[in-house]
């Protein structure tokens, strides 16, 4: 082992770029227990792909339900053949570092409720967050334009604004008004609307974050003005605009959430490679990062940060990275898809991807514990990849050191305004 290497990797806070953290009311009022917080989000996907019916999956993640012994026995053979795929490893290191779960039975899932009652007591989220995980602090997509305070600690929970919607080009049009006072009765009311957004909560934003590649192909093409009117027009008489009409009038919005991001000195933050769930199955092609590269030349002062290192497309967002000075690599979740893989990743970008490029980490999920364990998971993939590197001869420790310095911190403080952010978060 390369000690101080080792003890650099575990005893240095990671900045945490993205999560989608339940409230600090809904972590104490609206708690899961043992059952759900090991297998709610990522590995119910697992699961479901090993053989477990969607019945059984979701009844094995209802906290409300009382007969756990039949929740588990719904998933243990799943549990068998996911244990070892990454979303599997983050269960394991959940149930040994929060429950003391080496094994994981119906009786120690049931022995580890105990334990669970006071995860989620208040102050609980950040203690574990902060102190366990050992986070400099995180970076939180709650699906919103809000970016207000965080009551429990301001200055350690951060927030994007939410894009996603405009770029799918869904106009919230009564929820646009109860936001701004804005009317939208056309494009140059909507772009005010949009506008309003930004000055109401951008000091309060740490980025913009979209995850449209959900819903639509993340492939940006100029939009055609006098369709897009139209298709704005459509909808404010209640109209469903077609899909192509849909798309273009996404594109536009995002275009304008990319102008407004410059404007605020704003990262912008985007969903690339593999999507969630077993629901959504689609073109894969749709959801490679190479489609907006038109975008990184045309705004060239927007810091793009693409997300969850467009797994499996890995090699290709390296190539954008290398190629264009506003694109950065977050490996937010990816981790926990293939972390394997991601020892790869971290040794190919080193040598092909100029070393401020990445950012290490962001459990990219709901629970404070499941944040924990993915943490730790993170920790230790990569420290394995830069073990390789000195191992092999391709850094010295001193050097290996550095490079974890940029990756865990010094990268993220680079691209993000955390101090200014935090300054506008105090109360």
């Known amino acids: 082992m390369l000690k101080d290497l080792y003890d650099y990797i575990q005893q240095t806070p990671i900045i945490d770029t993205h999560e989608h953290l339940s409230s600090e009311d809904e972590h104490v009022n609206n708690s899961p227990d043992v059952l759900q917080t090991l297998f709610e989000f990522y590995p119910t996907s697992d699961l479901y792909s090993a053989g477990a019916s969607r019945e059984a999956v979701l009844t094995a993640i209802d906290g409300k339900n009382p007969d756990v012994e039949a929740r588990w026995n719904g998933i243990k053979d799943a549990w068998e053949l996911i244990q070892y795929t990454g979303y599997g490893e983050g269960v394991r290191l959940l149930a040994k570092h929060i429950y003391n779960i080496e094994s994981l039975t119906i009786d120690s899932i049931i022995g580890a409720n105990?334990?669970?009652?006071?995860?989620?007591?208040?102050?609980?989220?950040?203690?574990?967050?902060?102190?366990?995980a050992n986070l400099d602090h995180v970076q939180i997509d709650n699906f919103v334009w809000q970016c207000s305070p965080d009551l429990s600690e301001p200055e350690f929970f951060l927030y994007d604004i939410s894009w996603a919607n405009f770029c799918r080009g869904e106009l919230r049009i009564d929820e646009l008004y109860d936001e701004?006072?804005?009317?939208?009765?056309?494009?140059?009311?909507?772009?005010?609307?949009?506008e309003a957004i930004f000055a109401k909560h951008g000091s309060t934003a740490i980025a913009v974050k979209a995850q449209h590649a959900y819903n639509r192909t993340l492939k940006?093409?100029?939009?055609?003005?006098?369709?897009?009117?139209?298709?704005?027009?459509?909808?404010?008489?209640?109209?469903?605009?077609?899909?192509?009409?849909?798309?273009?009038?996404?594109?536009?919005?995002?275009?304008?959430?990319?102008?407004?991001?410059?404007?605020?000195?704003?990262?912008?933050?985007?969903?690339?490679?593999?999507?969630?769930?077993?629901?959504?199955?689609?073109?894969?092609?749709?959801?490679?990062?190479?489609?907006?590269?038109?975008?990184?030349?045309k705004y060239p002062n927007v810091k793009f940060v693409l997300m969850h290192t467009a797994y499996p497309w890995t090699g290709e967002i390296m190539t954008l990275a290398k190629h264009f000075q506003n694109v950065y690599i977050d490996m937010c979740w990816a981790w926990s898809i293939n972390p394997h893989d991601m020892i790869n990743f971290v040794r190919g970008a080193i040598h092909s991807v100029p070393l401020n490029k990445i950012f290490l980490f962001g459990g990219d999920t709901r629970w404070a514990p499941a944040v924990v364990a993915y943490a730790i998971q993170a920790r230790q993939y990569f420290y394995k990849a830069l073990e390789f590197e000195v191992q092999?001869?391709?850094?010295?420790?001193?050097?290996?050191?550095k490079i974890a310095s940029r990756f865990m911190q010094d990268n993220q403080r680079a691209v993000f305004d955390i101090e200014g952010t935090q300054s506008h978060m105090s109360i």
Not at 122 to 128: I, N, V
Request: charged share 25%.
């Open 114 to 132: 105990q334990i669970n009652e006071t995860l989620y007591q208040p102050g609980e989220r950040l203690r574990l967050l902060r102190d366990v």
């Open 180 to 194: 701004t006072g804005i009317i939208v009765t056309d494009l140059k009311t909507l772009r005010d609307a949009m």
């Open 220 to 297: 940006w093409e100029t939009p055609e003005m006098r369709t897009v009117d139209s298709t704005l027009r459509n909808i404010l008489r209640g109209d469903l605009p077609s899909q192509s009409n849909q798309l273009m009038l996404g594109n536009w919005c995002w275009e304008q959430g990319l102008q407004l991001a410059e404007e605020h000195n704003l990262p912008f933050k985007i969903h690339t490679g593999y999507l969630a769930g077993n629901e959504l199955y689609t073109d894969p092609d749709r959801v490679r990062a190479v489609h907006f590269a038109e975008l990184f030349h």
């Open 392 to 401: 092999d001869g391709f850094l010295a420790e001193s050097e290996a050191i």
